[in-house]
């Protein structure tokens, strides 16, 4: 048990809400047609905060967390769920995730500030990074992070800052696994060509075995350096969750190795993230990954805890502490993103929609055509009418909904995005100089700004122009 999880009160209880039509726990059609995040009229939220708006629903968060948790503390006797700080690194986010008793897994110097910032407790976050400068290091050190060894020479720069700050220092190891019964299996696109072994193999991640064992053998006798895990990350390469069964097997594999090779059995295996969710509107119109057909939490949980249970009874292993670093699937069905409509254009064979929302706001959009269920924030459920691209202000194609069947849209309506928490805020652009869009919070009827609008003075206050130049532009010659 975490330190959040023991302060009384925290974590509210929760009762979702009753929708005509839902598209999750807290977000649905509202009793009068339009759609609802909790309590509140989306109509109302874009009216009142404007647009492009992220909207987040703190109690679909919440349950999503929970949800996981629970699925995998039925099936495994020791888990600690870390959050995906990446996903959605807001201070707000962080915040519920510590009422919740998340931990979390921070890249970087400012993700692992935000957290600590937030108050989360260090001893549960974890640093990882294939590229980690020294503050990064001393940062994690100062403030007791695991890390996760990521390159030959980091053990030693982690030795020297820790004998100068005279601190313990918990580390892990990121393996690069075998995988082979992946080697026919076949990935994501997103990700890259080939099977899921080749796109894992290919990848700049992890440790193979023989580093592995070197850097155990030398950190067992280093003073201030305490192995605490090794970690691994399949990310969302897969949407069967036997491949993710394969990989946690796998875990218990290598500890076998490792004790038989290095003399040091893992007391804890991190399986990272790559969890999926699914919708029975498919996230997206075409989507043969996140539809109903995708696995659940209880899945993930059953297949994994089996596979390390199975693997450490043949191996003479004892059951190791489980750590795993969900983001999207919590972040992600937590959000709506919601545009205005502005110009909307007809072609000889295509109509086009156009919103100040754009795949600056939206990024997996242009890469993913399919990304993101798009549905009219006025009459949610009205039928569709018409095929059109949904798209952007800037100045590429900008679609961040192609060849959607929706009702008759005119200026000035408001179009949502469902499921849209995870990796929008998190990689909103600036390009063609756009302000970041404002965040709002909603539990129940409260809503409150987390993120503000960013404003013309953030963009262009970042710029300098030197001196010479400046002369040149505008003092007459004599």
């Known amino acids: 048990m975490t330190i959040q999880e023991k302060i009384p009160g925290s974590a509210p209880q929760l009762t979702p809400v009753d929708y005509s039509v839902k598209f999750g726990e807290f977000i649905g059609i509202g009793p009068n047609g339009n759609l609802f995040v909790d309590g509140c009229d989306v109509q109302v939220l874009a009216e009142k905060f404007g647009t492009p708006l992220y909207i987040i629903s703190e109690n679909q968060l919440r349950h999503t967390y929970r949800a996981f948790r629970d699925a995998f503390r039925r099936h495994y006797p ?70 996760n060894i990521d390159a030959m020479d980091e053990l030693d720069r982690i030795v020297e800052i820790a004998e100068r700050l005279d601190r313990e220092v918990d580390i892990g190891i990121r393996l690069k696994l075998d995988l082979e019964p992946l080697r026919a299996r076949t990935g994501v696109a997103m990700h890259g060509p080939g099977t899921l072994k080749q796109q894992s193999d290919s990848t700049k991640w992890g440790m193979t075995r023989e580093q592995t064992v070197e850097i155990v053998k030398r950190a067992l006798g280093m003073p201030h350096i305490k192995l605490k895990e090794t970690h ?101 069905p937590a959000g709506v993103a919601a545009g205005r409509v502005g110009a909307v254009k007809v072609g000889a064979s295509k109509k086009w929609v156009n919103l100040d929302l754009s795949t600056n706001h939206l990024s997996w959009a242009a890469v993913l055509d399919w990304y993101y269920h798009a549905v009219p924030v006025k009459n949610a459920g009205a039928e569709a009418s018409e095929v059109v691209d949904l798209v952007g202000p800037l100045c590429n194609s900008d679609e961040v909904g192609s060849h959607r069947k929706m009702p008759l849209l005119k200026r000035g309506d408001f179009v949502a995005f469902l499921d849209a928490g995870g990796y929008t805020e998190s990689s909103a652009a600036r390009y063609n100089a756009q302000l970041l869009p404002a965040t709002v919070l909603v539990s129940g009827t409260q ?26 532009s505008f003092t007459p010659k004599p």
């Open 78 to 147: 020791e888990v600690e769920i870390l959050f995906a700080n990446k996903s959605n690194n807001g201070l707000a986010i962080r915040h519920i995730m510590n009422q919740e008793g998340a931990g979390g897994d921070c890249f970087g110097a400012q993700e692992m500030y935000m957290a600590l910032l937030a108050g989360t407790n260090a001893r549960t976050l974890v640093l990882n990074g294939s590229n980690k400068q020294d503050e990064e290091l001393e940062m994690a050190i100062a403030n007791g992070l695991c890390i």
């Open 232 to 332: 691994f990350h399949l990310s969302r390469m897969s949407n069967d969750p036997n491949d993710f069964a394969v990989m946690a097997g796998e875990m218990l594999t290598w500890s076998g190795y490792l004790r038989d090779n290095a003399g040091w059995t893992p007391p804890c295996i991190d399986i990272g993230g790559g969890w999926t969710f699914g919708k029975w509107y498919g996230t997206g119109p075409n989507s043969q990954l996140d539809d109903a057909k995708a696995p659940t939490a209880e899945d993930y949980a059953r297949l994994c805890s089996a596979a390390i249970k199975e693997e450490a009874a043949r191996l003479g292993l004892p059951l190791p502490k489980l750590r795993l670093e969900p983001g999207r699937a919590l972040s992600g």
């Open 447 to 472: 809503a409150e700004i987390i993120t503000e609008r960013e404003q013309m003075k953030d963009v262009a206050g970042r710029f300098r122009v030197p001196p010479r130049l400046l002369a040149s």
